[in-house]
């Protein structure tokens, strides 16, 4: 089974819009973490923002949220007021075990998002 | 960036060489993995090392070998090269003990490979 299904290939949204990326996991350990990495056409990845299993609140990082919804095993990503520079593909992934371990990571096949001027 | 380079970024080669990349970093990082991009795969895990000279395999990795004889240089060898393992590849490092410990991984800028 995979670990991580992002279902949307590509999307588009309108410039100043708000946007959601979904992203679904699979795991049975308790303690795990969800990211989201950008990738940009440059092919850099860069690290955008972090959810741990035990987290209470969302996390939140500038424009960007994460939706943790813990018992449908979903992570989404929601962009706000996009900007041209965030059409980029998108990357969620799962460590999975403690922080404080050896971890693998797991990545999903990734959304290209297109913002539309 | 936390110091992840690679070499060389971009590489054509034949099918049946041999090919090393090497991934140098300076942040004295413990873990560090090698993973392969494909359209429509993601990102997928070749090898890791625990630490130097300690290293296990990922989910894709026939064909592939490693070795981390330092801490700061994982090399990925690919023994005899096919048209198959054309792909972007990718190191990244991370760390997971105080003081040093973080959540994410840190990635280098990536190789292109191309194997004709």
């Known amino acids: 089974a995979q670990k991580i299904t992002q279902t949307q290939p590509g999307m588009f949204v309108q410039e100043k819009e708000a946007v959601t990326l979904d992203c679904t996991y699979d795991?049975?350990?308790?303690?795990?973490?969800l990211f989201w990495y950008k990738q940009p056409s440059s092919g850099e990845m860069i690290f955008l923002i972090y959810q741990g299993s035990y987290d209470q609140q969302n996390a939140t990082e500038g424009r960007y949220s994460l939706n943790f919804q813990k018992a449908r095993k979903s992570a989404n990503l929601v962009i706000s007021a996009s900007q041209l520079g965030d059409s980029a593909m998108y990357f969620c992934a799962m460590r999975e075990g403690q922080v404080y371990n050896f971890n693998k990571f797991y990545f999903g096949s990734g959304t290209k998002l297109n913002v539309k001027p | 960036d936390a110091g992840i380079t690679q070499s060389p970024r971009h590489k054509v080669t034949e099918t049946g060489t041999p090919v090393t990349l090497r991934c140098h970093q300076t942040e004295n990082h413990r873990y560090m993995y090698w993973y392969r991009q494909d359209p429509g795969h993601g990102l997928r895990l070749i090898h890791y090392?625990?630490?130097?000279?300690?290293?296990d395999k990922g989910e894709v990795s026939d064909g592939y070998s490693v070795s981390r004889s330092k801490t700061e240089d994982f090399l990925l060898t690919l023994e005899s090269a096919t048209s198959s393992q054309t792909s972007v590849y990718f190191c990244a490092a991370r760390d997971s003990f105080p003081p040093k410990e973080s959540y994410e991984q840190y990635f280098g800028p990536g190789t292109r490979l191309t194997v004709t």
């Open positions: 090392s625990y630490g130097v000279k300690d290293t």
């Open positions: 795991t049975s350990d308790p303690s795990y973490g």
